[in-house]
């Protein structure tokens, strides 16, 4: 089973929450909640015990002072000061469009797809929403991802393997002739109220204040895959869905300007607390250990970005040095242009590059679509497409090699396509995201699956169970004042 190591964030701003007072008749849950003044007029100043410095998270060059909405498209300082600004202007327009199957400036999409667009996943450049059902129409703001695996026990569980049949991130759209590996009509989503907490806690605070979870559960039966084989036909032939939002795609400038130096000492300071002051048995269940040598104080050898631990050089092939991986979910990349949006821009599109030369698909959606009846009857009625032969069985046979995920889009025995994004596109596209970040309208809720609705759900969440690492923070954020725990909820919608 996958862990997944989290830093000590929560337990911080408990600590805060101490010394902290607000209203007691304030309503930090209500979206009418808000701070009485801004702190945005004093960005930049020294004001109190904050010095100018402390205003600029990402040093001067890698932090805005616009504190209005629209600040997550703002470019980095560092963007305007390089001459980068019409780089940064013309890959945001990247970022916003629908990708078409047209030949049109912003053509390549599919033959399947996640989106059509980035925008689709990241509203107003933040994270998904909170959905009630899994419609991926633009617009709706769902950035949901599916993760479809075939868990342990058979049933239910949170472990096991990816199917093999759909791709990592599955695919639910299809441009035509094709259809998409999962039919989304048929994934069904529900949400369901926690009504007992697995660690005993009551589910109202002891000053009497009810609090209320939620979570979804999906499932998506056999009829809605069309894959050959069927995922209900291999491994132990259970099927389970998990939901993963996307997360805010702004704020890169900020990872950038940290250096290796203090994400080591970060790594070294968070392994200290639970080695000499928690006195945990084993560090390593809270300090990944594919990053962090705890024995050796030093980075793991999981730390450094493949492409430049041994070679010495940028994944682009320009001279460089090891680089510690910083940036997505599971911290896997570290370069511009090998760092986030890099693969997203590929595989959630299909748009072909030159370094992306090969679809994102599986050979059991190819062979499906290459026995399937409708498409090859589509194709053949229209001569000007790559997939036409003079008859069903050539047809299925460009189809299958086509569509495989091994097949060189741009040389192959079939049809040579041209690169859909061309370099300097892509260039332009990941300058963009050297971007800012604050609060803008994206998706308010919190934690993998947004579930959390609020900030006291997302802190109550690590309550529900005793095996959580953060169960301990989350039991003193549940045994504070209803005036403290508002002071921790405005801290937190402070930063």
């Keep these: 089973m996958k862990r997944i190591y989290l830093m000590g964030s929560l337990a911080m701003a408990l600590s805060l929450s101490l010394f902290s007072c607000t209203d007691e008749n304030s309503d930090p849950s209500g979206d009418d909640f808000k701070p009485m003044e801004s702190d945005g007029k004093y960005v930049g100043e020294a004001v109190g015990n904050f010095s100018k410095e402390e205003w600029y998270p990402g040093g001067e060059l890698g932090t805005t002072d616009n504190v209005a909405s629209g600040c997550y ?39 399947t797809s996640v989106r059509r667009s980035c925008l689709d996943c990241h509203p107003n450049y933040g994270h998904g929403r909170r959905m009630d059902s899994y419609t991926t129409s633009y617009g709706n703001g769902n950035g949901y991802l599916l993760a479809v695996y075939h868990p342990v026990d058979g049933a239910n569980s949170n472990d096991g393997g990816y199917v093999a049949e759909v791709t990592g991130m599955p695919q639910t759209q299809a441009t035509e002739p094709f ?10 989503m529900q949400w369901h109220h926690v009504t007992a907490m697995e660690s005993g806690l009551p589910m109202k605070f002891p000053d009497g204040e009810a609090y209320d979870l939620i979570y979804p559960e999906v499932t998506i039966p056999r009829s809605a895959f069309r894959t050959n084989p069927n995922p209900y036909d291999t491994g132990n032939k259970a099927v389970a869905v998990r939901l993963e939002s996307t997360i805010g795609v702004m704020g890169t400038g900020l990872l950038d300007a940290i250096t290796e130096e203090d994400l080591k000492a970060q790594y070294a300071s968070t392994a200290n607390y639970y080695k000499n002051v928690a006195k945990v048995a084993n560090v390593s269940e809270y300090v990944n250990p594919n990053f962090w040598d705890a024995s050796a104080d030093n980075f793991a050898s999981g730390a450094w970005y493949p492409g430049t631990e041994n070679t010495g050089v940028y994944a682009d092939g320009g001279n460089g040095k090891p680089m510690v991986k910083r940036f997505t979910y599971a911290l896997t990349r570290a370069t511009l242009q090998d760092g986030p949006g890099a693969n997203a821009i590929w595989n959630i599109t299909n748009v072909t590059r030159p370094d992306r030369p090969k679809l994102y698909t599986t050979n059991a959606w190819a062979a499906a679509m290459a026995e399937d009846k409708e498409v090859i009857e589509k194709i053949k009625n229209d001569p000007t497409s790559p997939f036409w032969a003079s008859t069903d069985d050539e047809i299925s046979k460009r189809v299958n090699g086509l569509l495989k995920p091994g097949t060189n889009q741009f040389s192959n025995e079939w049809h040579n396509f041209e690169p859909e994004m061309s370099a300097d596109h892509f260039y332009e596209f990941m300058v963009w995201h050297r971007g800012l970040a604050a609060t803008n309208g994206s998706g308010v809720e919190r934690l993998h699956d947004c579930r959390a609705r609020n900030e006291v759900e997302a802190i109550m969440w690590h309550a529900y169970s005793k095996n959580s690492h953060a169960y301990n923070s989350a039991l003193k954020f ?11 909820v405005m801290f937190l919608r402070s930063i």
Excluded: H, M, W
């Excluded at 259809?179 to 048929?186: F, M, R």
């Design 179 to 188: 259809k998409a590996p999962i039919d989304e009509s048929q994934i069904k």
């Design 73 to 111: 498209e703002d470019e980095s300082p560092a963007v305007t000061a390089q001459g980068l600004i019409d780089d940064f202007n013309a890959g945001e327009k990247f970022f916003e469009r629908q990708f078409t199957s047209a030949n049109s400036g912003f053509k390549g999409l599919g033959p």
């Design 478 to 488: 549940y045994n504070l004042s209803k005036a403290d725990r508002d002071a921790v």
